[in-house]
């Protein structure tokens, strides 16, 4: 009984503070992450790699790295993509892996629709080493890592146009049971299906300058509402600094840079609002992403 408490306890970690799935501040440099239909909006194949340490100095606190890679066929109505992440929390780990195919419809000269699907597994680990218990023979804890796989899945649509975009993504559609077989049991805990929306629009600034609000809005029942808000100004498609919130969470701040436009790395520190600023540093994120095998023979598009 006792090992179903903990392990009900880290899975629903995120909904006390309110995620389920590891989030990212410079969401909109890896849309791909979160929205499937992503793959092949560009006109290149590009590759990100996303660390996020989460609440420094708070112990066991939460640790992310994502990598994606996506791009498109030189056929300009398809894209593929793959998503690798391992996310620590405590004494649980979650990997995962999904791959995905996206479809591009044309509505008119400058509008695309995108309609995008994934499909993979999820791992969950707990370490039963990490877990302090009072009756030291329980025999729950005797097995070291306790594992169960889950299949998972995610569903997303991707407006855009060359100034703006409007995505929305459904991931966990399979709403997965956690079952941890080696032990025989077969928990409560659900991989909750959420909704992200997310848009962005850019505005030119004379002939050097860019500004761009974004917003990322995630939902997950039944832990509440979070939004992202940010504005990221570019000079020479080259240098951006960005800002932004989030609710019940933090306040953020980003740094980035653009190398030939086939090299970008970016930093992100949040600052915490919520009553955990007591106890912790902030949160570090630094994302690197690399662009190659222009497909459509066009010049290489900007990493979002």
């Excluded at 995008?116 to 969950?124: D, E, I, P, R």
């Excluded at 025989?184 to 997310?198: A, K, Q, R």
């Excluded at 570019?234 to 980035?256: E, N, S």
Aim: aromatic share 16%; proline share 4%; hydrophobic share 40%.
């Amino acid at each position: 009984m006792r090992i179903i408490l903990v392990i009900l306890s880290f899975c629903t970690y995120s909904f006390l503070f309110g995620q389920q799935l590891p989030q990212q501040t410079q969401y909109m440099f890896n849309q791909y992450a979160f929205n499937p239909a992503y793959a092949g909006v560009t006109d290149n194949w590009e590759s990100v790699m996303n660390s996020r340490y989460q609440w420094v100095g708070l112990t066991d606190a939460p640790r992310t790295v994502t990598f994606t890679a996506q791009g498109p066929f030189k056929n300009e109505k398809m894209g593929i993509g793959g998503l690798i992440y391992n996310d620590i929390v405590g004494p649980t780990r979650r990997l995962g892996f999904q791959a995905s195919y996206a479809y591009h419809l044309k509505l008119n000269e400058s509008i695309n629709l995108s309609m995008g699907l994934s499909f993979g597994f999820n791992q969950w680990i707990v370490d039963a080493d990490k877990i302090y218990v009072l009756d030291q023979d329980d025999p729950f804890f005797s097995n070291g890592l306790i594992k169960t796989f889950s299949a998972d899945a995610k569903f997303g649509l991707y407006l855009y146009h060359e100034k703006w975009y409007i995505g929305v993504a459904t991931p966990q559609l399979l709403h997965s049971n956690l079952k941890f077989k080696s032990l025989g049991i077969t928990t409560d805990s659900y991989l909750e299906d959420h909704v992200y929306i997310n848009a962005g629009y850019t505005f030119k600034l004379g002939r050097y300058f860019e500004l761009e609000p974004t917003a990322l809005l995630k939902f997950g029942f039944p832990a509440p509402l979070k939004l992202d808000i940010g504005l990221k100004a570019m000079y020479k498609k080259t240098v951006w600094l960005g800002v932004g919130f989030r609710t019940q969470d933090a306040l953020t701040t980003m740094i980035g840079y653009h190398h030939k436009n086939n090299l970008s790395i970016g930093y992100a520190y949040d600052f915490t609002t919520t009553l955990l600023k007591s106890y912790n540093s902030g949160t570090h994120e630094l994302f690197f992403a690399i662009k190659f095998g222009n497909t459509k023979g066009g010049a290489p598009t900007d990493l979002k």
